[in-house]
């Protein structure tokens, strides 16, 4: 394949991480690979709720456009941002090796506020502040948005006790300070920890086709595995609302592990799941799992999410 390819990515530091990752890996196998920046609408208004402005797939949407109007070839993202699904015409290329999918609390000064009933942690994300409300219910959460840099500089800047990050973000741009804690606890979003490629579909003609191929063979198919069955639980129990959902599948052997949570916004409650099963049952894991939530009461939670949500 003499065409290079054009690898549309968002243009913050972890974003244009991925995309050198995708563009040495296939550079590795021989192709070229030219990065196209674009900027999305979730990099540029920060000063609102995410979930106010689109919640998922607000920082997609820019990129999915592009490729459409023939300006990438392929796009690079972080799997957790990827709505379950996609635009017509376009399919997931690749899913590469996951990294570590755990949270992190990065903190100031000391770790004391954990025993106490006044801590301030900021975030950004429904999930990690009902599980984190769920666990200290006396806290105060605080709205942070923007990139990795961003909301470390936020956090320095202003009188919170620490903020929450995805530690594989962190890790790949070294940002991560030895004033940390992993939150195992947590259970992450599903396909945390994952990067994605997405392409045009074989009907756009050769080119693309020869694009699908080049891409597949960056693919890790045990993470295809696990994030298929995390985004699989996700979108059978959100219905299109963005929800506190968490889950995390592990592959062992001949097994796979799932956990998955779906929690009320005020961390009041939370309804989980754990299966195993055989890694030959992964196919429908995931549903079979958000099906055991709202057996459990996750409907009616849902219905109250859904309805909180309206009046955010």
């Not at 990515?9 to 690979?33: D, M």
């Not at 590469?96 to 999918?101: D, G, K, P, Q, S």
Request: proline share 3%.
């Amino acid at each position: 394949m003499e065409k290079v390819i054009r690898i549309g990515t968002r243009n913050s530091e972890l974003a244009l991480w991925q995309a050198q990752l995708v563009q040495k890996s296939l550079r590795s196998l021989g192709y070229q690979g030219e990065i196209v920046e674009v900027s999305s609408t979730g990099d540029e208004i920060l000063d609102i709720p995410l979930h106010q402005i689109g919640g998922m797939g607000l920082f997609t949407k820019t990129l999915d456009i592009a490729m459409l109007q023939g300006k990438i070839d392929i796009a690079v993202h972080s799997l957790k941002d990827v709505p379950t699904q996609l635009p017509d015409t376009i399919v997931q290329a690749a899913v590469l090796e996951r990294a570590h999918v755990q949270d992190v609390l990065v903190y100031k000064d000391d770790l004391d506020f954990l025993e106490v009933t006044t801590g301030i942690v900021a975030t950004g994300s429904l999930r990690r502040k009902a599980q984190w409300l769920n666990r200290y219910p006396t806290h105060t959460l605080t709205d942070l948005r923007g990139n990795v840099n961003t909301r470390l500089k936020k956090l320095k800047e202003n009188n919170w006790n620490g903020a929450i990050f995805a530690r594989a973000g962190l890790e790949r741009i070294h940002l991560l300070p030895p004033e940390h804690l992993v939150l195992d606890w947590m259970i992450p979003a599903p396909a945390q920890g994952a990067i994605m490629i997405t392409a045009l579909d074989e009907t756009k003609g050769n080119t693309a086709k020869s694009i699908l191929q080049a891409c597949a063979k960056l693919n890790h198919r045990e993470t295809e595995i696990t994030v298929a069955a995390e985004r699989q639980f996700m979108r059978a129990l959100e219905g299109g609302c963005t929800a506190p959902i968490g889950a995390c599948a592990t592959i062992s052997r001949d097994k796979i592990s799932f956990k998955g949570v779906l929690s009320a916004l005020d961390g009041s409650s939370q309804i989980e799941v754990q299966k195993q099963v055989p890694l030959q049952n992964a196919f429908d894991l995931g549903t079979i799992c958000a099906e055991e939530i709202l057996k459990k009461g996750g409907t009616a939670l849902m219905k109250k999410i859904k309805e909180e949500m309206k009046l955010s």
